[in-house]
């Protein structure tokens, strides 16, 4: 019996010190000598979906930082950014999120330098027709089913991922959060 409370606990320890080692790496960049940030000035916050129009970033900046502030960068440590992973999530009450959406497009941020975006693309416009944004439709009633109201409020998770030049894997990850609405005329 004590044998077998030993291994349990053994197994049990072991289980855990891999567990925290992996929630210690959630920014996937543990290689690379650079890690990134984002800085919207000014995002979109209300979305009207009457007007079927991509949601878009006016203007972002990607900056990139050396992890050690005595280490010095070289273009080795230049970052290619390829795919955008967007998720919604309803910040609103509501259960129903938006679809997951995959976005591949290239950003070079210079080592130390920062890189940036006009009118970058952050949501589709088809999507607005899909649950839970088509239930906003007057067709569809014109209200969220789930919580009576004529607006959707959701927070996109937005990771971004790419690599140095040497071949180092980089992340990004911020929020965006949106209000969507139908505007009748």
């Excluded at 984002?38 to 009457?50: C, R």
């Excluded at 088509?134 to 004529?150: A, I, M, S, W, Y």
Aim: aromatic fraction near 8%; hydrophobic fraction near 40%.
């Amino acid at each position: 019996m004590k044998l077998n409370r030993l291994a349990l606990i053994a197994t049990t320890a072991v289980a855990a010190v891999t567990l925290a080692a992996c929630a210690g790496n959630a920014s996937r960049d543990s290689e690379a000598p650079v890690f990134l940030s984002q800085n919207i000035p000014v995002g979109p916050a209300d979305v009207d979906i009457s007007v079927p129009v991509d949601v878009t970033v006016p203007n972002m900046n990607i900056q990139s930082h050396a992890k050690s502030p005595t280490g010095t960068l070289s273009s080795q440590d230049d970052v290619t950014l390829t795919d955008w992973t967007i998720t919604p999530g309803r910040t609103d009450g509501g259960t129903v999120a938006s679809p997951v959406w995959h976005n591949f497009y290239s950003v070079y941020v210079p080592a130390n330098g920062t890189a940036n975006l006009q009118n970058y693309r952050i949501f589709p416009a088809e999507y607005f027709k899909q649950p839970p944004l088509n239930q906003l439709l007057p067709e569809n009633g014109g209200f969220d089913k789930e919580t009576g109201k004529r607006n959707i409020r959701q927070q996109l998770h937005i990771e971004v991922f790419g690599k140095t030049v040497a071949g180092d894997r980089v992340s990004l990850v911020f929020d965006v959060n949106l209000n969507f609405f139908y505007r009748t005329p």
